[in-house]
T-cell receptor, first 117, second 109 residues
Framework: GAVVSQHPSWVICKSGTSVKIECRSL??????MFWYRQFPKQSLMLMAT?????????EQGVEKDKFLINHASLTLSTLTVTSAHPEDSSFYIC?????????????FGPGTRLTVL | EDKVVQSPLSLVVHEGDTVTLNCSYE??????LLWYKQEKKAPTFLFML????IEKKSGRLSSILDKKELSSILNITATQTGDSAIYLC?????????FGQGTRLTINP
């Protein structure tokens, strides 16, 4: 149980384009979803927290207009990187917690590797 | 500011050895401490600890929390090459999960 999927698993795009990443909780209702970014050889850095049906809460230093987060249902959250630039290249990981998955336990998706040329 | 520190940052041992990974934290409104294993992709959940002194065990892995010392250890006995990974410690505070830098464990055959 507590499976989280992400799509796509990797994406390469040109500078200036927008990229959408989907995160789904497959077997539980995710009341809260989290988006992290991980640069090589570094730990996970929380970007934002989103609760179903409400606006995401962004961490300090994360531009909310650049990283658009939508959590429209209890099983789906999306992260859109708008006007991506090479410095946005990173490993983006979502996690989910909620009913059936353990309130304080976050289950992670497999991650999306974004490369911006 | 909430902080989680892991040690060592890197560890190389031989197959069959026992290893102990450390995690210390300074987090306001502590709720739980979690251990994850990260190989090539995203972290996979190992343990969640909320109570001091109660060992959690899963096969060759075990972990315990010491709330007085604000720390936790993760033990792996009879290590195997498949245990090679980055082990992440994270602490759930009032607002969010704060991750340590991770310990990169390499098991040589």
């Amino acid at each position: 149980g507590a499976v989280v999927s992400q799509h796509p698993s990797w994406v390469i795009c040109k500078s200036g384009t927008s990229v959408k990443i989907e995160c789904r909780s497959l077997d539980f209702q995710a009341t809260t979803m989290f988006w992290y970014r991980q640069f090589p050889k570094q730990s996970l850095m929380l970007m934002a927290t989103s609760n179903e049906g409400s606006k995401a809460t962004y961490e300090q230093g994360v531009e909310k207009d650049k990283f658009l987060i939508n959590h429209a249902s209890l099983t789906l959250s999306t992260l859109t990187v708008t006007s991506a630039h090479p410095e946005d290249s990173s490993f983006y990981i979502c996690s989910a917690s909620g009913r059936g998955g353990g309130k304080d336990t976050q289950y992670f998706g497999p991650g999306t590797r974004l490369t911006v040329l | 500011e909430d902080k989680v520190v892991q040690s060592p940052l890197s560890l190389v041992v031989h197959e069959g050895d026992t290893v102990t990974l450390n995690c210390s934290y300074e987090v306001t409104n502590f709720r739980s401490l979690l251990w994850y294993k990260q190989e090539k992709k995203a972290p996979t959940f190992l343990f969640m600890l909320t109570s001091s002194g109660i060992e959690k065990k899963s096969g060759r892995l075990s972990s315990i929390l010491d709330k007085k010392e604000l720390s936790s250890i993760l033990n792996i006995t009879a290590t195997q090459t498949g245990d090679s990974a980055i082990y992440l410690c994270a602490v759930q505070g009032a607002q969010k999960l704060v991750f340590g830098q991770g310990t990169r464990l390499t098991i040589n055959p």
